[in-house]
Every structure is written in C-alpha cells, then in structure tokens.
C-alpha cells in the first residue's frame, strides 16, 4: 500500500517537481508555528506564566490553533506520500505522530475545560490542579512531537 501511495500522481509532484517540497514544508512550519505557538502559550498560562493574560483569552485564540492544526495536517499528509515507505519504518516519525495524535485529544480537552471553568467562574483566576497537570503533558507531547520530527531526518 504504501510503495503504491509513493507512486501516485501527488506523492510524484511533491518527491520530483522544483517546489512540490518546498512549498509544503513551508506550509507545514508555518502551521507549527500557529497550532504549537498558540496551544503552547496557553498551556504555560495555565501552568502559571503570564499571570497578566486571562486564560480565557485562548478560547476563541483555540479556533486559530486548530486551523494551524489543518495546514500541519494537510501539508504532513502530502509530505508523507513522497516518502511513505520509509516513514513508516521510521522510528522517531511513528512517535511523532503518536505525539500529536494524543496532543490534539488534550488540546481538546484542555479548550472544554477552559470553558467550563470560565462559566464556573467568572475570572478564571484559579485553575485547577487537574487542568495544570493536563497542560504540562500537552506542553510535552508538542515538544515531543517537534523533537521527533527533527530526529526523523537522521535516524
């Protein structure tokens, strides 16, 4: 399956034409950028930094990480059938995926619990201990999944 993925149309433009690879890569730093930047930012303000920023003010911010989530996604794929065969006997790209796979879950989780804890109250000036540790293994999964990402060009 994945030897006949490589040699579709799609995976053929982005393995062989000048900017297939360019471009997508682009895209795929730049929807980093946004869903780890954003989900990131939150989870550290719940863990206890930028007490100045209300926590609250990542829910509609939520919207935006998940659009960076889609260009990440859509961009991955197509990056992933130009080299399907290789990546999925690649060590370090299996738990990339494992890490985003359970980070996007938390991700959710972490938003219902924002606005559950933003109707219970009002300020939002306590978090709660549950929520803090749920944003400290968000926090490490997106690192987990960047690292991994990285290492899948050497390993």
Known sequence: MFN??????????VGES??????????HAVGL???VGIFAMRDL?????FPGIPPTVFLPLGKLGWSGFVVNAIS???????????FVGNTAFLIKISCIIIATS???????????????NTGLSAISNSTRVIAAISLSLWA???VAGRLVAYL
């Open 106 to 120: 938390v991700a959710g989780i972490i938003q219902s619990r924002l606005r559950v804890e933003a109707a219970a």
């Open 76 to 86: 991955g794929v197509l990056l992933f059938t130009s080299q399907a065969v290789t």
């Open 18 to 27: 000048l900017w297939g690879y360019p471009i997508l890569l682009s895209l």
């Open 4 to 13: 006949w993925l490589e040699t579709t149309g799609v995976a053929l433009w």
């Open 33 to 35: 950028a946004i869903v």
């Open 144 to 146: 987990g999944a960047i």
């Open 45 to 49: 303000r719940l863990l206890g930094l």
